[in-house]
């Protein structure tokens, strides 16, 4: 009995070998990820979530629903997003989310859409509005023309407008339109 048993698995061994050794890949007929068209995310991720750390300490936090690489047009898109920055020592002192973002990759440079909401420590005031840009090579922060920005402060100042622009260098702010609100003087 055990003889033919041996026999019968020597003999599919002896079918099936040469059928898995005519088996090959015909990789330059694959396609590769260097074919892909830029539409293609290179990477997509869910329930994404990245700390930076620099000398052991936490620097930006960034967590999101949904996030899509995209290596040949230098792009990572974000859905559901939320991110902290933290001081030197540690501690948040920015706190924010927004609907959707776009990372320009190359310079760092974000794209952010759909609800926003951010509130910074240092400044003690929240920014809330539907569409900002942050440039990272001039460090300034900007809405569109035709979207609405407020701004609140702790102190209880509230200033509404359109055409937002700020510049983190000079600490300064500006709208171009319809701006509204109450600014009170703490001096």
Not at 160 to 182: E, L, M, P
């Amino acid at each position: 009995m055990l003889k033919i048993r041996g026999s019968v698995i020597l003999l599919l061994f002896l079918i099936i070998l040469p059928v898995i050794s005519s088996c090959e890949f015909d990789y330059d007929e694959s396609v590769m990820a260097d074919d892909l068209s830029e539409d293609v995310p290179d990477t997509v991720l869910k329930n994404f979530a990245q700390v930076m750390v620099k000398d052991s300490i936490p620097t930006f936090y960034i967590e999101a629903s949904e996030s899509w690489t995209y290596g040949k047009r230098k792009e990572t898109l974000f859905q559901g997003v939320h991110f902290q920055e933290y001081d030197k020592d540690g501690s948040i002192v920015t706190d924010g989310q927004a609907d959707n973002a776009k990372m320009f990759n190359d310079t760092e440079s974000v794209e952010l859409w759909g609800s926003l909401f951010f509130y910074s420590k240092r400044e003690e005031a929240a920014l809330e509005g539907e569409y900002l840009f942050w440039d990272n090579t001039e460090s300034t922060l900007s809405g569109k023309s035709d979207d609405r920005i407020q701004i609140t402060e702790d102190g209880g100042s509230v200033i509404a407008g359109k055409g937002f622009f700020a510049d983190s260098r000079t600490k300064s702010i500006k709208f171009d339109n319809q701006v509204s609100g109450i600014w009170k003087n703490e001096e």
